[in-house]
């Protein structure tokens, strides 16, 4: 297959920041919706987005929660969205197309990892439901006031290493594992973007996904103490370990996304670092992006199975 992702040196990297990404762009004028943009690198990239001049919508699970995370930023508009639940979509998909505007950049932060076996709606797999699905009827609902040349961005992990969508156990009703469930959901991100590139390519609107980098947030709140060890993510100590980045490094690559020149032209790629990522070795390791999470056929299966279960397809 050939493939579209190799680098471009970009001249960033994995300790570049959202602020040294945003350097030099005015964002003034423009709108933003950020989900998950209160909370860890969500944050960082609705303060990087609003200081650039960007006016940042950020539908909140918790309102009160975002608004003492948000105190004191400008530029802000917060309302509520459940994104497990359809409902909550619609009426927040609904209430931003009453106010006329037009969105300029969609970027998906919001996200649950390794949750205990959960379901919410018609008895949905959480991740896949809250990570990919909430997202896939939000994108479609919202259509309508995407601009000519707006930015959707998946954020993805390489949590999808763990393994591909699993279309004939989406919901995982044989037997649950929590990390095989986030790596389906965060696979599932990156064929959205895969898919919804392919289809509003034409209509000036290109999307991305990627792998932030690995950040110590409220995301691992479903861990105990030596998961996280186990995972690599602090030490015995309870410390950081070397390679993590900070939350202003981690919202560096979809600030990027979003609105780099360097990526013009461009779309449908997955990107890590603050770059177009190269395909994953086939002997193993952890960087790059698997074939299944690219792959046009099953890209364009999954949205034809997401449309169907949300009843939503914009195209
Ligand atoms: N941190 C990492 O190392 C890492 C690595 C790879 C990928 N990622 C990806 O990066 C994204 C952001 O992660 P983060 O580290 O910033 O995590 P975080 O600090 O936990 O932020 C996640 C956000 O998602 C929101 N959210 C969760 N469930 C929701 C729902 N049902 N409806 C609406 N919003 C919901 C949370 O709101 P509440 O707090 O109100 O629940 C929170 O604002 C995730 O998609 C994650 O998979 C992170």
Redesign the pocket.
């Known amino acids: 297959m050939t493939t579209a992702q190799h680098k471009i040196g970009s001249g960033f990297g994995a300790t570049s920041t959202a602020a040294e990404v945003l350097a030099g762009i005015d964002l003034t004028g423009k709108l933003a919706i950020v989900?998950?943009g209160?909370?860890?690198?969500?944050l960082e990239t609705t303060r990087a987005l609003t200081r650039a001049g960007a006016h940042v919508v950020v539908p909140?699970?918790?309102r009160a929660?975002a608004e003492e995370a948000l105190r004191g930023f400008e530029n802000v508009e917060i309302d509520e969205?459940?994104?497990?639940n359809l409902d909550s979509v619609r009426a927040f998909a609904g209430r931003f197309l009453a106010s006329g505007r037009g969105i300029d950049i969609f970027i998906g932060?919001?996200?649950?990892?390794a949750s205990p076996e959960t379901r919410v709606g018609p008895g949905w797999e959480a991740q896949f439901a809250?990570?990919h699905l909430?997202h896939f009827a939000l994108v479609n609902r919202l259509w309508p006031a995407f601009t000519p040349g707006a930015r959707v961005v998946s954020?993805?992990?390489?949590?999808h290493h763990y393994g591909p969508v699993r279309f004939d156990d989406l919901e995982f009703r044989q037997g649950y594992d929590k990390w095989l469930a986030y790596g389906q959901a965060?696979t599932a991100n990156v064929l959205f973007a895969v898919q919804l590139d392919k289809l509003a390519r034409e209509h000036g609107v290109r999307a991305f996904a990627l792998?932030?980098?690995?950040?110590l947030?409220?995301?691992v709140?479903h861990l105990d103490r030596q998961e996280l060890v186990d995972a690599g993510m602090v030490d015995e100590a309870g410390q950081v370990t070397g390679g993590a980045k900070t939350p202003e490094q981690?919202a560096a690559t979809q600030v990027w996304a979003a609105t780099s020149p360097q990526l013009d032209g461009l779309g449908g790629v997955y990107l890590e670092d603050c770059e177009i990522a190269e395909p994953a070795p086939a002997d193993g390791g952890r960087t790059g992006v698997k074939d299944y999470a690219i792959d046009p056929v099953l890209a364009e299966r999954l949205w034809t199975v997401s449309a169907e279960l949300t009843g939503v397809d914009a195209f």
């Open positions: 989900t998950g209160y909370s860890g690198i969500g909140a699970r918790r929660t969205l459940d994104l497990g932060s919001a996200g649950i990892m809250t990570n909430g954020v993805s992990s390489r949590g965060k792998h932030p980098g690995r950040i947030t409220e995301l709140r981690g």
